[in-house]
């Protein structure tokens, strides 16, 4: 009998794998949706990924290849991107279009895949790995609830205010974007990136992508529209180019160059949505009933907007390479937050075990200096060189501000912190985070 191991190699992807990867995952991914037939939409996203696309080459894919028949027995793609926190760059690696061919399944080749794609990230320095996807399932391959996607909530269309409307806009308007827009909304994102919220910046290249650089079919093709104020473009919106379910519009993001513009920026960004979830009604021949915001509840487009019907946020799996990578890029952030609420550590040191891992925080003056790999103790929850036990996981829902101290100290009873002063630290250092975040696609 022929083993997994001889049978199967895994490689990158090369151009010449183009049609067979289209086929491949045109083939198993959105059945129901094509009711059987190879999903066009998966399959003009995979030409566009493995040619043209601004971020992602050939080599980003991962190709399980059948030895006796050289044919892609299963495939996925990382999509690198930089993620930024309060203007620190997190290095994230986005997995998609995970697909294993049905002749195949059963050879846990997706474990073969991920592993593979992890060796290159930990090589690569790629600090966060996310992915979307069946319940549970990453969990068995490292991953973890550690980021949530939307919870804003959804508007019926009857809500959403006329465009000209009570005077809606007060001077602003919007209308879709074109290429000559990317420099402008490459700027606006720039400046986000210093916000504290987790943000994922576009260059101009990859915004002319965006507005007029893939497929007509592409599955993850949106639309871009532009906030003007004047002449100049002061935000966007970015919203699906048709109605999903039954007559859902939705929308992935949207954005104000100044935060103090949203409240008078929120009826014309509705009104236009309203009218752009008409057309496509009319287009279709079925009706428009809901505006689905996959925004965080704390957008500040969302409070300004209708209350709407509430929603339980859905969650993103989050991977994390090396913690003390992490909390090294983020010494900066840490340190403004505990220089803010005017504390200073009483120690040369502050040791995070996760364990596994176990990161050392250095300081002068009570002011955080550095992060470097500590000692790793054989139990660090009573460990009294330890200030905190903390599992892996749970330190990544820290540090992205899915969940603070309290919460993490409640649903994880192996997440130890020595005294109440270690406490009351990393819950300064550890605040909720806004996920303002349309990653790449």
């Not at 998966?42 to 044919?71: K, N, Q, S, Y």
């Not at 279709?284 to 209708?306: D, E, K, M, N």
């Not at 609420?341 to 075990?353: G, N, Q, S, Y």
Request: proline residues 8%; hydrophobic residues 40%; glycine residues 10%.
């Amino acid at each position: 009998m022929t083993s997994v191991a001889t049978r199967y190699t895994v490689r990158m992807g090369r151009v010449e794998d183009a049609a067979g990867l289209a086929t491949l995952q045109a083939s198993t991914q959105l059945q129901p949706a094509g009711g059987g037939d190879p999903h066009p939409g998966i399959e003009a996203w995979v030409l566009d990924l493995m040619d043209g696309h601004p971020t992602v080459t050939p080599a980003d894919f991962l190709v399980v290849e059948d030895t006796a028949t050289g044919r892609p027995a299963a495939s996925l793609v990382g999509l690198r991107q930089d993620w930024y926190l309060g203007g620190v760059r997190l290095p994230v690696g986005q997995v998609e279009l995970v697909a294993t061919d049905p002749g195949h399944r059963g050879n846990r080749l997706t474990e073969l895949l991920f592993t593979a794609l992890h060796e290159r990230y930990r090589a690569d320095g790629v600090t966060l790995q996310m992915i979307e996807g069946i319940p549970y399932f990453y969990r068995r391959l490292g991953y973890d609830y550690a980021l949530a996607d939307d919870g804003a909530p959804s508007v019926p269309a009857a809500s959403l205010p006329t465009v000209g409307s009570n005077g809606s806009g007060a001077g602003l308007t919007v209308r879709p974007a074109g290429v000559g827009d990317a420099d402008a909304l490459a700027a606006i994102d720039r400046r986000l990136t210093g916000d504290p919220v987790l943000s994922c910046p576009r260059d101009a290249g990859t915004w002319r992508y965006e507005i007029a650089g893939r497929r007509a079919a592409d599955f993850a093709r949106n639309e871009v529209a532009v906030l003007v104020d004047g002449t100049d473009v002061c935000g966007y919106l970015v919203h699906s180019v048709q109605l999903f379910g039954a007559g859902e519009l939705v929308l992935f993001a949207a954005a104000c160059d100044r935060p103090a513009d949203w409240t008078r920026a929120a009826p014309a960004v509705l009104a236009y949505l309203g009218d752009v979830g008409r057309r496509y009604a009319a287009a279709a021949g079925q009706s428009f009933t809901l505006l689905r915001q996959r925004l965080s509840p704390l957008h500040p487009l969302v409070r300004s907007g209708p209350a709407g019907v509430p929603k339980r946020p859905r969650g993103w799996y989050m991977r994390l390479t090396d913690p003390v990578d992490l909390l090294d890029r983020l010494v900066p952030v840490l340190r403004e937050r505990w220089n803010a609420a005017r504390l200073r550590w009483p120690e040369p040191t502050m040791t995070i075990d996760t364990y596994g891992r176990a990161a050392r925080l250095e300081f002068t003056d009570g002011e955080l200096t550095a992060v470097t790999a500590g000692r790793r103790s054989a139990d660090p929850s009573i460990d009294p060189q330890t200030h905190a036990a903390v599992p892996s996981a749970a330190l990544l829902q820290l540090a992205l501000g899915y969940r603070t101290v309290p919460e993490v100290l409640v649903t994880w009873p192996d997440c130890v912190l020595r005294d109440r002063l270690t406490e009351h630290f990393l819950t300064v250092a550890f605040p909720p985070v806004e996920a303002r975040l349309w990653p790449l696609a």
